[in-house]
């Protein structure tokens, strides 16, 4: 395998098992002898994470739904000329834990954001560079939030209703279901094993169609 690395990105709501899943995949495809870098957004880079403590921090003053969008991107940015671009020229396999779905989603469902202006954004910082492959890891908001409860202090986002993010999931599905190719929606109610079986096979699946490329 040979030329360019393939930009994989994990996407769902809260709980729902993308750390766990990009953890698995990576091994994964290290098996196969693809390089392969882990990273996730917001962050990535020392100056991304930065940024990401600004965002996820709970603060009192109420943050304005147009910093956030941009402190979204100003990260994204930043992690996508400085890390996920060069390696991916450099023929690494970039595996990220959310992307620009998630300002889709959460930006634009959650905080009511239009996707006009997001795909502004998307275009400015990204020109048409989207991700190869996108497995969003759907379930039912209550299960996934049951799940990250237990990982301990919530988040500025993790502290928002369940109506914040049932309009998440939505917007998640709804691209999902728009880009076909490019999206594999796996159930995440399933036992964990089941769902890294389907994650393994589909990455098995983009393995040998880059092999043949
Ligand atoms: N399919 C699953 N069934 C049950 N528990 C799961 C499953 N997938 C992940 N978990 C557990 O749920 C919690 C949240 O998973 P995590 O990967 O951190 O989710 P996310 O990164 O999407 O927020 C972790 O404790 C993880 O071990
Ligand atoms: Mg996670």
């Given at each position: 395998?040979s030329?360019?690395g393939?930009?994989?990105?994990?996407?769902?709501?809260?709980?729902?098992?993308?750390?766990?899943?990009?953890?698995?995949a990576?091994?994964t495809?290290?098996s196969?002898g693809?390089?392969v870098?882990?990273?996730?957004e917001?962050?990535?880079?020392?100056?991304?994470?930065?940024?990401?403590?600004?965002?996820?921090?709970?603060?009192?003053?109420?943050?304005?739904e147009?910093?956030?969008?941009?402190?979204?991107?100003?990260?994204?940015?930043?992690?996508?000329?400085?890390?996920?671009?060069?390696?991916?020229?450099?023929?690494?396999?970039?595996?990220?834990?959310r992307?620009?779905?998630?300002?889709?989603?959460?930006?634009?469902?959650?905080?009511g954001?239009s996707?006009?202006?997001?795909?502004?954004?998307?275009?400015?910082v990204?020109?048409d560079?989207?991700?190869?492959?996108?497995?969003?890891?759907d379930?039912?908001?209550?299960?996934?939030?049951?799940?990250a409860?237990?990982?301990?202090?919530?988040?500025?986002?993790?502290?928002?209703?369940?109506?914040?993010?049932?309009?998440?999931?939505a917007?998640?599905?709804d691209?999902?279901?728009?880009?076909?190719?490019?999206?594999r929606?796996?159930?995440a109610?399933?036992?964990?094993?089941?769902v890294t079986?389907?994650?393994?096979?589909?990455?098995?699946?983009?393995?040998?169609e880059?092999m043949?490329?």
């Amino acid at each position: 395998m040979s030329g360019r690395g393939r930009f994989i990105t994990f996407e769902g709501t809260e709980g729902v098992g993308k750390s766990t899943q990009l953890q698995q995949a990576a091994a994964t495809l290290r098996s196969a002898g693809i390089v392969v870098v882990v990273t996730r957004e917001p962050g990535g880079t020392p100056m991304a994470e930065a940024i990401r403590e600004l965002l996820l921090a709970p603060r009192a003053e109420a943050v304005n739904e147009t910093t956030e969008l941009l402190l979204m991107f100003a990260a994204r940015a930043q992690h996508l000329h400085t890390l996920i671009l060069p390696a991916l020229a450099a023929g690494q396999w970039v595996l990220c834990d959310r992307f620009t779905d998630a300002t889709f989603a959460y930006q634009g469902g959650g905080r009511g954001v239009s996707t006009d202006r997001i795909e502004q954004l998307e275009t400015l910082v990204q020109g048409d560079m989207r991700p190869d492959h996108v497995i969003l890891l759907d379930a039912p908001v209550e299960v996934g939030m049951a799940r990250a409860r237990k990982r301990g202090e919530l988040d500025r986002f993790e502290q928002e209703a369940i109506a914040f993010f049932e309009r998440i999931r939505a917007v998640y599905l709804d691209r999902a279901s728009k880009s076909p190719a490019q999206y594999r929606v796996i159930n995440a109610v399933q036992p964990l094993d089941s769902v890294t079986e389907q994650v393994t096979l589909l990455l098995r699946e983009i393995i040998s169609e880059a092999m043949t490329d």
